[in-house]
Nanobody
Framework: VQLQASGGGLVQTGGSLILSCVAS????????VGWFRQTSGKEREFVAA????????IYENSVKGRFTISRDNDKNTAYLQMNNLKPEDTAVYYC?????????????????WGRGTLVTVSS
């Protein structure tokens, strides 16, 4: 499956963005989806994940209550709604798909990765 993330940009502290991850090539509806982020010089960090049926949602602690992961299988698209953004949320955000259909925190569980989209939060 091919993944394409989009929706990044520059936003002020407290602002919102919606990231999209469009999938093509295979039956996306059977895959779990995860969002990860990475800043220069740091390891990739888990952000959120969602099982293939929309169950088993998990979030990294620092984004709980601010970020919401969702999916629309009819559109082969997953979303990450990001509210109340903070400068520490600045990173390149990646979406990933897991053929096992289960939401995991570990990036090693994911089979497919898209190119990232840059989110910059100004203070």
């Amino acid at each position: 499956v091919q993944l394409q993330a989009s929706g990044g940009g520059l936003v002020q502290t407290g602002g919102s963005l919606i990231l999209s991850c469009v999938a093509s090539g295979r039956t996306f509806s059977r895959y779990a989806v995860g969002w990860f982020r990475q800043t220069s010089g740091k390891e990739r960090e888990f952000v959120a994940a969602l099982g293939w049926r929309g169950e088993g949602t998990i979030y990294e602690n620092s984004v709980k209550g601010r970020f919401t992961i969702s999916r629309d299988n009819d559109k082969n698209t997953a979303y990450l709604q990001m509210n109340n953004l903070k400068p520490e949320d600045t990173a390149v955000y990646y979406c990933a798909a897991d053929s096992a259909g289960i939401a995991y925190r570990s990036g090693r569980r994911y089979d497919y990765w898209g190119r990232g989209t840059l989110v910059t939060v100004s203070s």
